[in-house]
């Protein structure tokens, strides 16, 4: 078995981290006889912005659409790029140019890891978020009127299709279906947000005769984010629109610990084109450069990746040496409570495997 | 001094809380020297809309706008009417015609309640909320197309003037500055909604050059989520749009331990219209009619409401008499691991005064 990945480190800390990564994965190809065929660049970055005046090439589907998958580390540079224009010019590209619709991001709480939940222990947090990733509130579309007026207003459009809504729903549903709970919670706001929600919560009655099997419930936004912090144990699978899932997956993460060790996956299911993973944590600019910033987020993104070639049992065992990891206080890094920095880590998690 | 206040219990526990909160507020008048006159209203209720297929009267404006505040329950029993109808029918229609444009919300954690984020005191977790709460996200702009199709799609505009933005803020920064911590931290999320939140954050840049004493950041929704679940001792004033605080708000609260005693204030700051008092839990429809409901949230509603009128002492004086109750476990009620039911701790309350 051999897989063509692009290599997509970009900026901050996504230097550091992706390193790492790559250093598993080349490790635990070895080790599982498959071939990992990657290819470096250096675009999708605000050094190559302000080299180039854009934050890609222009073929840059060309370049990296053919890979089996892309292997990202983070993006941004506030201070340098704008962050709508770094991101609409890179990450939320690839999101939606590569119909990744689903975007999936496990939230579990390891051994070792201080939780920030009273009395909470490993077994307790253990579910996944499933965020819609191409719709939804990251429209583009809407604009200002009478700028430099005091009448001046902002409009930007909220935009939920069938085929979106039940496309990430059925991934939903059939994953939660996979799983011993079969629980399926739904994120809303149909209370307050008088039109898409409440045609977000039609669809999710419809979708729901397909699977008898799952049982389903659904929360307001606010309140739900009110149980991630009180009954985090409620949880099995969550699915949400592309900003409630984007809310409920850095706040679950940090309610299992930490995001500096959260992975994500965006997922183009029918494999028309190449999936991203990439860790939650971002660029960090404020600890890039230092060689201290935690690789574990990055070094999952691979094992979600290998899961999606088909190398589950690569893909757990790289989850298992994560965790050994995270056991031992001196192998963590700093964020965790340990002395280690970002290559012994990953050299630690490495040689685990 | 005597004030006007229209009291409505609304739905569900609204009609269990709503009568404590009065027990208190009569006390205390009593107490303070002031004169309380109430008027109750039945309406917007889904009693009510059951009754006359509305929710309000169509003279509710005469019938409630002279008064100089109102004391509001809740609203809501998703069961007889769908949520979208009741609450636009009542709560959202008081906010938008009654322009109350601020809705203030406490977030502090009580000695006596049990707080699930680990080793947290009284005293680390002490900030307020500051809602945006006549536009954004809650606007009533948007439809469907191709309705019953595979095509069919919704759409939901976000609407921010320059108008709804400046003055919630001005209202946040004149907060700030009167707290001893004087910061100010606003939502966004402009990374990746990238037209009305990057305009949120223009603006704040700009007002802030009026209030050169108040240190302000800001963080994206998605990350100040985790941050309130990691770092409750870095808020002091937070600032958001409809959707946001909504969110926040309820978060807030429940990593103070509960949002069953969370109180709100709808608040019209020019005093053009009277504001809206009421607890954040809503109306709970699982356990109306039982009496077990914990009444504090309507009570520190109705402190805020004294506040509001100009009542300080008074205001204080309450606050006071819940911490006093909420100290002896016999008198809390059972979410928080007492015995007393709505009314032995309304009663306690109104004792301690
Ligand atoms: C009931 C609902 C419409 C309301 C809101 O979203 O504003 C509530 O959650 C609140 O916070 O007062
Ligand atoms: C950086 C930002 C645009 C992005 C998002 O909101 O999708 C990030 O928060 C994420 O969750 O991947």
Redesign the interface.
């Known amino acids: 078995r051999s897989y063509r990945v692009a290599v997509v480190p970009g900026d901050g800390i996504g230097k550091e981290v992706v390193p790492e990564g790559v250093r598993v994965l080349e490790k635990i190809a070895k080790r599982h006889g498959f071939t990992l065929k990657l290819d470096w660049y250096d675009f999708s970055s605000c050094d190559y912005y302000l080299k180039h005046g854009r934050m890609m090439p222009e073929d840059w589907k060309e370049q990296i659409g053919g890979h089996d998958a892309i292997f990202f580390g983070a993006v ?1 540079w506030p201070a340098r790029v ?3 224009v770094s ?2 010019g890179s990450l ?1 590209l690839f999101r939606r140019d590569f119909d990744q619709y689903v975007n999936l991001r496990p939230v579990k709480l390891l051994p070792g890891v201080p ?5 909470r222990k490993p077994g307790d947090i253990d579910f996944m978020v499933v965020r819609e990733n191409t719709e939804g ?2 429209s ?1 579309i ?3 009127m009478f700028p430099g007026t ?15 809504i039940d496309r990430v729903l059925k991934y939903a549903f059939e994953l939660a279906q996979r799983r011993p709970k079969r629980h399926l919670t739904s994120a809303t ?8 929600m ?2 977000w919560d039609e669809r999710v009655e419809e979708m729901s005769k397909g699977y008898p099997d799952v049982r389903w419930d659904k929360y307001h ?3 739900l ?3 991630f ?2 009954h985090p144990d409620w949880f099995d699978v969550v699915v949400g629109s ?2 409630f899932g ?2 409920l ?3 679950g ?3 299992a610990g ?2 500096g060790i959260a992975a994500a996956a965006n997922i183009n299911p029918e494999r028309n084109y190449p999936s991203v993973f990439e860790p939650v944590h971002g660029s960090a600019p404020d600890i890039a450069g230092q060689g201290i910033a935690n690789p574990i987020g990055q070094i999952w993104s691979g094992a979600m990746m290998l899961d999606h070639l088909g190398e589950h049992e690569a893909a757990g065992a790289i989850l298992t040496a994560i965790e050994r990891v995270l056991a031992e206080k001196t192998l963590r890094t700093r964020d965790l409570g340990g002395n280690a920095d970002t290559v012994a880590c990953g050299k630690a998690i490495a040689e685990m495997i």
Chains 1, 2 share one sequence.
């Open positions: 941004g704008p962050d709508h991101l609409w939320l939780c920030p939940l009273a009395g509130e990251y583009s809407g604009g200002k005091a009448r001046e207003f902002v409009v930007q459009e909220t935009v939920m299709t069938r085929v979106g706001k149909s209370n307050g947000i008088s039109i898409t409440p045609y936004i606010d309140i984010t009110a149980n912090v009180l592309n900003l984007d809310i997956s850095d706040l993460p940090a309610c930490t995001i």
